[in-house]
């Protein structure tokens, strides 16, 4: 899986499909939200107002807005409650929801908007680990004939990049360098586990 970091507007990102960060309760009547509502003419604001999407933790959306003001044919919304409790776990959580429910529906190129105050380095390591996280099959070697779905490359929109993209540049490589770190020291003993001998 090749990840990358990216400034570019949501609304620009190339990818097969967009998952972002909801709040609890949040109205669309700001920032990114605002303008991914305009750009799907007002289909966010729809399902909020019906009360059909609540943005409570773990609570998911998803639609095709193939041919609207979107370059990403797909668009995943994910509850991530409350924004105060919005902290690493939780990053790492929606950007694992992320990868998992978008495999499923077998999207190649994915774009995660975590919408977060975090620095670069430190939101690269949550979304990386928890979309690494979110792709382990813990079922792999027990389960026969089964189709095999990748993930081939997940942008990361952070939104708000220092001055410099040559800073951003090197606080996403060291965030994503660290990450992968980590989720190794977390999935290799699941997978060591589950290895049939």
Same mark, same amino acid.
């Given at each position: ?6 400034? +570019? ?7 097969? %499909? ?28 729809? @399902?909020? +107002?019906?009360?059909?999407? *609540?943005?409570? *933790? ?10 609207? !003001? ?17 902290? *690493? ?6 950007? !694992?929801?992320?990868?998992?429910? #978008?495999?499923?529906?077998? %999207? ?16 690269? +390591?949550? @979304? ?15 389960? +026969?004939?089964?189709?095999?779905? $990748? ?16 800073? *951003?540049?090197?606080?996403?490589? $060291? ?5 992968? !770190?980590?989720? #190794? ?13």
């Amino acid at each position: 899986m090749e990840v990358i970091g990216s400034s +570019q507007s949501s609304k620009q990102v190339d990818a097969q %499909a967009l998952a972002v960060a909801v709040f609890k309760d949040e109205k669309v009547n700001e920032g990114v939200l605002q303008t991914l509502d305009e750009a799907v003419d007002g289909l966010i604001s729809r @399902v909020i +107002q019906s009360e059909g999407f *609540a943005g409570k *933790a773990g609570e998911t959306a998803y639609f095709h807005v193939m041919g609207k !003001g979107l370059r990403a044919r797909r668009l995943l919304l994910i509850g991530c409650g409350d924004r105060d409790g919005y902290k *690493a776990a939780q990053i790492s959580q929606m950007a !694992g929801t992320a990868t998992r429910f #978008l495999r499923s529906k077998n %999207a190649k190129a994915i774009a995660i908007v975590p919408r977060t105050d975090a620095g670069i380095e430190k939101t690269a +390591q949550n @979304v990386i680990v928890g979309a690494i996280m979110g792709l382990f099959e813990p079922d792999k070697y027990r389960t +026969q004939d089964k189709e095999e779905r $990748k993930l081939e490359s997940s942008p990361t929109v952070h939104g708000r990049l220092p001055g410099s993209s040559a800073l *951003a540049s090197t606080c996403w490589t $060291k965030g994503r360098w660290k990450s992968w !770190g980590w989720a #190794l020291c977390l999935v290799f003993p699941a997978v060591l586990m589950n290895h049939q001998s």
